[in-house]
Nanobody, 124 residues
Framework: QVQLVESGGGLVQAGGSLTLSCAASGRTFNSFAMAWFRQAPGKEREFVAAISWSGSSGRTYYPDSVKGRFSISRDNAKNTVYLQMNSLKPEDTAVYYC???????????????WGQGTQVTVSS
């Protein structure tokens, strides 16, 4: 198990940038695959980005909706995964959740560990 705490959310204008962080507890962070999901009011949870565990050369995955605008990265020394979000759009408004699992689940929702979420609001 791992505890996840997201931070960095806030209000930003369309076209702006924001970086989310997810700090993980535990000493085996580099063995976890990490991901970001989001959920807007009245909508289903949506996959945003994933990065494999470090032993798999940190493969990254993105859906078409954010590809080229969002970037996921990890710093194993700080037990932290980041989501750099550029060219933000009002439709990116959602609660963003960090997830972790010892299995590389890519875009699958079945990650075993989830954070509480951080709100991102993009104004037009």
């Amino acid at each position: 198990q791992v505890q996840l705490v997201e931070s960095g959310g806030g209000l930003v204008q369309a076209g702006g940038s924001l970086t989310l962080s997810c700090a993980a507890s535990g000493r085996t962070f580099n063995s976890f695959a990490m991901a970001w999901f989001r959920q807007a009011p009245g909508k289903e949870r949506e996959f945003v980005a994933a990065i494999s565990w470090s032993g798999s050369s940190g493969r990254t995955y993105y859906p078409d909706s954010v590809k080229g605008r969002f970037s996921i990265s990890r710093d194993n020394a700080k037990n932290t995964v980041y989501l750099q979000m550029n060219s933000l759009k009002p439709e990116d408004t959602a609660v963003y959740y960090c997830a972790a699992d010892t299995t590389d689940r890519g875009s699958n929702f079945t990650y075993a560990n989830w954070g509480q979420g951080t709100q991102v609001t993009v104004s037009s």
